[in-house]
């Protein structure tokens, strides 16, 4: 999907090929954004008084999105979607889903869902999911408070063990095996750039992570590069994942956490909470073993 093409991609690409560009100080070239002016309650979200008083509250989530979110039989299923019911439960209130598709880059997605509302159908959710977390990107969107952060995910190569009985692969073989990847992914990037372009031809380009998973399992490709959680979501019993180090990937690995408009600091306190809640009691680690997935924990 496109959250790993330009969502993802437009806060860590900068940083993946040329090494890290941290300065002392995220915000010291920081530009102040005008605010938006006269906006109605139905459009910015609502408090958390209100939401209460509903007794619901609305998450955005990423459409078509496995193991994070998507939708079976009509009924919405992932890592998301069960840490949203958990956010929900904890302000004891139900969970309801608003599926959306990916962007251009990530601020489209936060200004459409968090706190304007697209052209037609104005109405924002009042927290978003799956949000990657960058201090230098915080300052930039001002309008977004972003908090709550759940788990971190990191980038991984599956391979299959019929084609690597012995070594597992690292970049470096893609000179001669092909490798799966997302279509303008941070991988399809890195993989595209490593060793001066020599990987090139030996990348093959998939809509989605699912798609390169499958075209590994039918024996198309001998490795696949990705998010972890992706990755061992599409595993099957004849492969195995690993994470080799990956050299002048400076950001292999992020936070994630959920957005929630600038104006509703209570409800983004509320939420902070019971994520750290469930954290700490371990439900949330939970969730990701329900999926077979490794939880990683966040960087706080």
């Known amino acids: 999907m496109r959250l790993a093409s330009f969502a993802l991609a437009a806060i860590l690409s900068g940083l993946t090929l040329a090494g890290p560009a941290w300065a002392a100080d995220p915000c010291a070239d920081y530009v102040p954004q005008p605010r938006p002016q006269n906006v109605g309650r139905d459009v910015v979200g609502q408090e ?22 998507w939708q079976e039989a009509g009924q919405p299923r992932g890592v998301d979607i069960d840490i949203a019911r958990l956010i929900a439960e904890d302000l004891g209130v139900e969970a309801r889903f608003k599926f959306v598709a990916a962007g251009e880059n990530l601020e489209a997605d936060l200004l459409t869902n968090v706190w304007k509302g697209g052209v037609i159908g104005g109405r924002v959710s009042n927290v978003m999911m799956r949000i990657p977390y960058d201090s230098t990107f915080a300052c930039r969107v001002e309008q977004v408070v972003f908090t709550g ?5 990191s980038i991984a190569i599956a391979y299959t063990s019929a084609a690597y009985p012995d070594d597992k692969p690292v970049p470096a073989y893609f000179r001669f095996d092909t ?8 991988s399809d990037f890195y993989l595209s750039s490593f060793a001066g372009g020599q990987l090139r031809q030996k990348v093959q380009r998939f809509a989605t992570m699912a798609q390169a998973m499958q075209a590994m399992a039918e024996g198309k490709t001998n490795a696949a590069m990705g998010p972890l959680g992706q990755l061992e ?58 999926y077979g997935l490794s939880f990683q924990p966040p960087e706080r």
Do not use: C
Request: no cysteine; net charge negative.
């Open 149 to 153: 952060q759940y788990a971190a995910e």
């Open 48 to 69: 958390l008084d209100t939401i209460v008083e509903q007794g619901h509250m609305l998450f955005a989530v990423y459409e078509d999105y496995a193991p994070y979110s």
């Open 233 to 290: 979501f599409g595993l099957t019993k004849d492969g195995g994942i690993h994470q080799p180090p990956l050299a002048g990937f400076a950001v292999s690995t992020w936070t994630l956490g959920v957005a929630v408009n600038f104006r509703y600091r209570p409800l983004s306190y509320a939420v902070d909470d019971a994520v750290n809640a469930a954290l700490s009691d371990g439900r949330i680690a939970q969730i990701y073993q329900s």
């Open 179 to 186: 490798v799966a990847v997302e279509n303008d992914s941070i």
